[in-house]
């Protein structure tokens, strides 16, 4: 796990670190589920997703309101996402498995991802982003 909650006056504000900017993008759907659903999340259920941004931000943004969609809509808790990044073309496969109450009710409820305070930079050691949950 290469991310953490950083304090934030309202919502949850999270910063990730990856060496890859496809693993990046993994490490901020790991951030979103655990703020969701805890730490407790196991795969099995596999789910697809292809997206084309206008720049990094917006595909980031895009990505995890589609995880967000999908965990919501097909009651799936997600506990990693192989991305893949082709410019600002998006693949990943999300694994996961159904919403259990009496492991997954340990988290905080996430209504959008905020373009609010997003950074996504790179130096030499890598890919690091910050982002806020809206809740």
Request: a negative charge; one cysteine or more.
């Amino acid at each position: 796990m290469s991310f953490k909650e950083i304090p934030h006056t309202a919502d949850v504000k999270i910063q990730a670190l990856a060496p890859t900017p496809g693993a990046l993008f993994g490490e901020a759907c790991a951030a979103l589920m655990q703020v969701m659903y805890g730490d407790d999340r196991r795969g099995g259920t596999k789910r697809e997703c292809n997206l084309t941004g206008e720049d990094q931000e917006s595909l980031l943004c895009d990505f995890l309101s589609e995880v967000l969609y999908l965990s919501e809509v097909d009651g799936l808790v997600f506990s990693c996402a192989d991305v893949k990044l082709d410019g600002l073309n998006l693949y990943a496969v999300l694994d996961g498995e159904p919403f259990d109450p009496a492991r997954h009710n340990k988290g905080t409820g996430v209504k959008g991802i905020s373009y609010s305070g997003l950074k996504i930079s790179h130096d030499a050691k890598g890919y690091m982003l910050e982002i806020v949950f809206d809740v």
